[in-house]
């Protein structure tokens, strides 16, 4: 009997032994599905490199803009500053224009719009520029500032610029003092 069981216990253990290869066999066949093959792997990488170029190249776009938008308003403080004194210039070449004046005083006009016209090239060829505002233009909010408002002369003044009080500039496409107007109400 010690015989038979003995042949038994080893069946038993062959065929336990056998179902245990089997699961393992599913098990690795399993784990072996779950781990991506070379194409995915390299189809994953392809898309991280893809993501981090484009990334890289929408950086670079935007740290060009922005250095570009510096360069464009890097002199406004500059700029701001300066504009009382042209305002002054162009008061002072106004006031001389009006009274009739001798030699002397021409002369000195001469010299006072000769250094206005310098002053103002140059910083023109910088980016500054006069925003046109003229008597009878529509009143733009976006545009315009509004001092006060009067009653207008006639009815077609109404909504629309009067009087310019002070000159408006641009520092390329972006106002940098808006135009000082008297509307018409």
């Not at 009997?1 to 393992?24: G, H």
């Not at 066999?25 to 993501?51: G, Y």
């Not at 002369?153 to 390329?172: A, H, M, N, R």
């Amino acid at each position: 009997m010690s015989n038979k069981e003995d042949i038994k216990e080893e069946e038993i253990t062959k065929t336990d032994e056998s179902q245990q290869v089997k699961e393992d066999q599913e098990i690795t066949e399993e784990t072996i599905k779950e781990e991506p093959t070379l194409e995915e792997l390299l189809q994953v990488e392809k898309d991280k490199f893809l993501r981090l170029f484009a990334e890289f190249e929408n950086y670079k776009k935007r740290t060009t803009k922005e250095r570009i938008e510096l360069f464009k308003t890097a002199g406004q403080e500059v700029m701001t500053s300066l504009l009382p004194v042209i305002d002054d210039f162009e008061r002072a070449m106004s006031h001389t224009e009006e009274e009739k004046i001798d030699k002397e005083a021409e002369e000195l006009r001469k010299g006072v719009e000769l250094i206005y016209q310098k002053l103002y090239n140059t910083l023109e060829n910088k980016g500054l520029s006069k925003v046109e505002t003229k008597a009878g233009d529509v009143f733009d909010a976006e545009i315009h500032e509004a001092i006060t408002q009067i009653p207008s002369p006639t009815d077609d003044l109404k909504g629309k610029v009067i009087d310019c009080i002070e000159k408006g500039y641009k520092l390329g496409d972006k106002i940098i003092r808006y135009p000082k107007v008297v509307i018409g109400q």
